[in-house]
Nanobody, 132 residues
Framework: QVQFVESGGGSVQAGGSLKLSCVISGFTHDTYCLGWFRQVPGKDHEGVAVIDNNGATFYADSVKGRFTISRDNAKNILYLEMNSLQPEDSAIYYC??????????????????????????RGRGTQVTVSS
């Protein structure tokens, strides 16, 4: 059974940091492109970052320089380290995987539009709340 279990969210003040984790199980994902997206209730998804099987990364302009995506295939975990958090980063964060993408703008867009292969298998997400 394919599962994505996100954790690590919380409430922080602006300028603070959090590190999110996503434990992936149910399929072999070493060669997959992995990504984080976020959603504010009532609004569209926003692609945040992707990382491919070569370790290349691509970020949304809104988080570039503040967030770092990484993966540990041995532990089956995808990470998102978030620094200099701002109130506009408040959202529920989810992870997803796709076998065909490289880390680029097209992958981020596919993630944002729910077109990753495992987009529909997303977990419950983890809530991030940033206060000003």
């Amino acid at each position: 059974q394919v599962q994505f279990v996100e954790s690590g969210g919380g409430s922080v003040q602006a300028g603070g940091s959090l590190k999110l984790s996503c434990v992936i199980s149910g399929f072999t994902h070493d060669t997959y492109c992995l990504g984080w997206f976020r959603q504010v209730p009532g609004k569209d998804h926003e692609g945040v970052a992707v990382i491919d099987n070569n370790g290349a990364t691509f970020y949304a302009d809104s988080v570039k320089g503040r967030f770092t995506i990484s993966r540990d295939n041995a532990k089956n975990i995808l990470y998102l380290e978030m620094n200099s958090l701002q109130p506009e980063d408040s959202a529920i964060y989810y992870c997803a995987a796709d076998p065909d993408h490289y880390a680029n703008a097209a992958a981020l867009q596919a993630l944002e539009y729910g077109h990753f292969y495992y987009s529909n298998d997303r977990g419950r997400g983890t809530q991030v709340t940033v206060s000003s």
